[in-house]
């Protein structure tokens, strides 16, 4: 494609799409589009290894671009862009739906806000209010506050509140619900296939908290009951958010999920995919990350896109004008209230998250009759399928074990365990992927001593005596767990 500084932007496209980047500077190709009316930037863990670099980049794209929004993908627990080389401090959002004490998950949503907010970051795509009812599910699990509609609807207002707090926007995700999948968005199309009764009851209940969300992001799920296509480019989508909201509606953005997601990417591909999100009434349409695609060649195709429907006569070039003005208001509103929040120095942020996530995870984590016995330890990391929402998988579990002085070592041969005082084995998805089940009964075959430490949702526990409930991958929920072992403590 040519050059960026060859290209001629509009700004009425532009003004609805929140493009990616790789690296912690702002691209020269990028800064055509911010002067031009660029919607916003959504930012990945490739852009912030460390908090101080996310807050120094925030205020680049300010700055070549006042207007623009600055979002980053910031669930805490196992979904974390701030902390993506080392995991997050915090506990998944099940952890404190387990806990179920609302002011918990205010404080430490607050915490959350206020690093945030260190980092000039505008809008946080949190909380998740998907009800995560199927424990085969791979990609919601303990994103999730809970498997039951008022628990994910206390704890998620709870968690906006948090965010507002600290001046930071919050936005609900996956509208209308993606906690009833049992496939990953990310690598194809997910349908769920109940009732309307039954889906109001269970996964629609939440949404009526949109009024107290600054955003929405809709999901790419299929919902039979509820209309043709995919929630995020499907017309039906955005008068049923409304309706759902009650008598107040929804005024705030409504933001797809990423578009380069093979589940709209494939069919009806990129392009077709942005011009009806655009017609579905999206006021954002995030297009997504360099693993898949090149960011600059995105942001072109997604504008061209735009301007080629326009000329066609699809959309209508008034009604772009007012979608992206409306965003840019909404955007000057959350800025506006960001900027009237003083914000802390992010050392200090970081420690007071720090504290409350150590609190949090340690009320959280069930260890049963589990203990660590003699000093060294192996760990088998049985986990295959790829978590594609946390990114890069990585196992806390031995740098967590080192740091409390035992003599750990990762395993990568389920048989080489038996020298070891104590062998750990990591699950999430044990029942429902054959190849995770197969590694553990391997070890358990060879060590019936050993203890499963399952980062997944409950109902995906294998079951037995020695099985520890860490309900997260992170290293607040890993470090929760083996200090309530060394406790002799189940909880």
């Not at 003004?15 to 020269?28: C, D, I, K, M, Y």
């Not at 627990?77 to 915090?90: E, I, K, N, W, Y």
């Not at 309307?196 to 992001?217: I, Q, S």
């Not at 392009?271 to 942001?299: F, K, N, P, Y």
């Amino acid at each position: 494609m040519s050059p960026a500084d060859d290209r001629r932007w509009d700004p009425d496209a532009l003004g609805v799409l929140l493009a990616s980047f790789t690296g912690t500077e702002v691209p020269a190709w990028l800064r055509g589009p911010l002067e031009a009316g660029l919607g916003g930037v959504i930012l990945f863990g490739y852009n912030t290894p460390d908090p101080a670099a996310c807050r120094d980049l925030a205020r680049s794209v300010h700055e070549a671009a006042p207007g623009a929004l600055v979002t980053i993908d910031e669930e805490g627990g196992d979904v974390t862009r701030l902390q993506a080389a080392t995991g997050s401090v915090l506990p998944t959002a099940w952890a404190l739906g387990a806990v179920d004490d609302t002011d918990l998950t205010r404080r430490a949503a607050r915490a959350l806000g206020d690093v945030l907010a260190a980092c000039d970051v505008d809008l946080d795509l949190a909380p998740v209010l998907d009800v995560s009812a199927d424990p085969r599910n791979p990609v919601i699990g303990t994103r999730a506050f809970g498997d039951e509609p008022d628990r994910v609807t206390r704890h998620a207002r709870a968690l906006a509140i948090g965010l507002r707090e600290a001046g930071v926007g919050s936005c609900g995700k996956h509208f209308p619900g993606h906690g009833a999948t049992h496939v990953d968005s990310h690598t194809a199309l997910p349908a769920i296939d109940l009732p309307v009764v039954e889906l109001a009851r269970d996964h629609l209940a939440p949404w009526a908290l949109a009024p107290w969300l600054d955003a929405v992001m809709t999901a790419h799920v299929l919902v039979p009951a509820l209309g043709e296509g995919p929630a995020s480019i499907a017309p039906w989508s955005r008068p049923l958010l409304d309706r759902v909201a009650g008598d107040w509606g929804f005024r705030g953005l409504v933001v797809t999920d990423a578009l380069d997601m093979a589940a709209v990417a494939e069919d009806p591909g990129f392009a077709e995919a942005v011009v009806r999100a655009v017609e579905a009434g999206a006021h954002l349409l995030c297009l997504g990350t360099s693993i898949r695609r090149d960011e600059q060649e995105m942001l072109a195709e997604a504008h061209d896109a735009i301007l080629a429907a326009v000329e066609a006569g699809r959309l209508d070039r008034a009604a772009l004008r007012e979608r992206a003005a409306e965003t840019a208001d909404r955007a000057a509103a959350l800025r506006a209230r960001r900027r009237s929040v003083p914000a802390p120095r992010l050392e200090e942020a970081l420690a007071r998250l720090t504290d409350v996530g150590r609190e949090a995870a340690a009320r959280a984590v069930d260890v049963g009759c589990a203990r660590l016995v003699g000093p060294c330890v192996r760990v088998v990391d049985a986990r295959v399928r790829r978590d594609h929402a946390s990114g890069a998988r990585r196992s806390v579990l031995v740098e967590q074990l080192r740091e409390r002085g035992y003599d750990a070592d990762e395993a990568h041969d389920p048989g080489d365990v038996a020298d070891a005082d104590t062998v750990l084995v990591v699950t999430r998805l044990p029942r429902a992927d054959a190849e995770e089940g197969r590694v553990l009964a391997e070890v358990l075959a060879r060590r019936p001593d050993a203890v499963v430490v399952h980062v997944g949702v409950p109902g995906a526990a294998p079951r037995g005596d020695r099985v520890v409930l860490a309900l997260g991958h992170g290293p607040a929920m890993l470090g929760a767990a083996l200090d309530a072992m060394i406790r002799g403590t189940g909880r």
